[in-house]
């Protein structure tokens, strides 16, 4: 009896978390971006004040896969 409900209740996840999986996917590799950026490249950082090195380039991202969607 418990095969059933579990296969019932894991289906209903799926579905429902089917639509979240882009936004999860998108904050993933978001993360890995920052982690990389900060981490294996601190030369960004040795110079500038706080993050900004980081940042920069975060949002310098961001605002290329915004234009790449805008005019794709």
Same mark, same amino acid.
């Given at each position: @009896?418990?095969?059933?409900?579990?296969?019932?209740?894991?289906?209903?996840?799926?579905?429902?978390?089917?639509?979240?999986?882009?936004?999860? @996917?998108?904050?993933?590799?978001?993360?890995?971006?920052?982690?990389?950026?900060?981490?294996?490249?601190?030369?960004?950082?040795?110079?500038?004040?706080?993050?900004?090195?980081?940042?920069?380039?975060?949002?310098?991202?961001?605002?290329?896969?915004?234009?790449?969607?805008?005019?794709?």
């Amino acid at each position: @009896m418990v095969e059933p409900v579990g296969g019932i209740v894991g289906a209903t996840v799926v579905s429902f978390s089917q639509s979240f999986l882009p936004w999860g @996917m998108a904050a993933a590799a978001g993360t890995m971006l920052f982690v990389i950026v900060d981490e294996i490249i601190p030369e960004i950082d040795r110079e500038s004040i706080a993050q900004e090195g980081t940042l920069g380039i975060m949002t310098g991202f961001v605002t290329m896969m915004f234009l790449d969607i805008a005019f794709g």
